[in-house]
C-alpha cells in the first residue's frame, strides 16, 4: 500500500524558506508523477505544483518563480522547496501521488493517494 508522509512545516518570516518533504513508501515506480497541493482555513484544496515523471515540473500562477519541485529517487522523497515566503502561502500543504489518466493535475480527483498535510504558517 502506497503511503506518503509530509514534513517541514512549520512558521516562517515573510521573505524567508521553507523546504517541505514528502516521503514515499508502497511505490513499485520511484519515477511517478507526483503534486504538492496546499488548503488554507476555509478555502478549497490549490494545486500549487506538479512533477512529471519525467523531471519535468510545472508550478500554480501563484508560486512560480518562488517554489521549486525536486525528487530524490533513491529516498524516494518529493521535495517543495519555498522561497520568499508571503503570509498568503500559509497553509496546509499536501502531497498527492499516483495520477490518474485522462484528466489534468491539478484536480484533487486526479490524484490516486494522499498524505496527511504538514503546516505552514507564514508572518509578515
Known amino acids: 500500500q502506497v503511503q506518503l508522509a509530509e514534513s517541514g512545516g512549520g512558521s516562517g518570516q515573510a521573505g524567508g524558506s521553507l523546504t517541505l518533504s514528502c516521503a514515499a513508501s508502497?511505490?513499485?515506480?520511484?519515477?511517478?508523477?507526483m503534486a504538492w497541493f496546499r488548503q488554507a482555513p476555509g478555502k478549497g484544496r490549490e494545486a500549487i505544483g506538479y512533477l512529471h515523471s519525467s523531471g519535468t515540473a510545472i508550478y500554480s500562477d501563484a508560486v512560480r518563480g518562488r517554489f521549486t519541485i525536486s525528487r530524490d529517487n533513491a529516498e524516494n522523497t518529493v521535495y517543495l522547496q519555498m522561497n520568499n515566503l508571503k503570509p498568503k502561502d500559509s497553509a496546509m500543504y499536501y502531497c498527492?501521488?499516483?495520477?490518474?489518466?485522462?484528466?489534468?493535475?491539478?484536480?484533487?480527483?486526479?490524484?490516486?493517494?494522499w498524505g496527511r498535510g504538514t503546516q505552514v504558517t507564514v508572518s509578515s
Open positions: 498527492a501521488a499516483d495520477r490518474k489518466t485522462g484528466g489534468v493535475w491539478y484536480l484533487q480527483k486526479m490524484w490516486n493517494y
Open positions: 508502497g511505490y513499485t515506480d520511484r519515477r511517478k508523477s
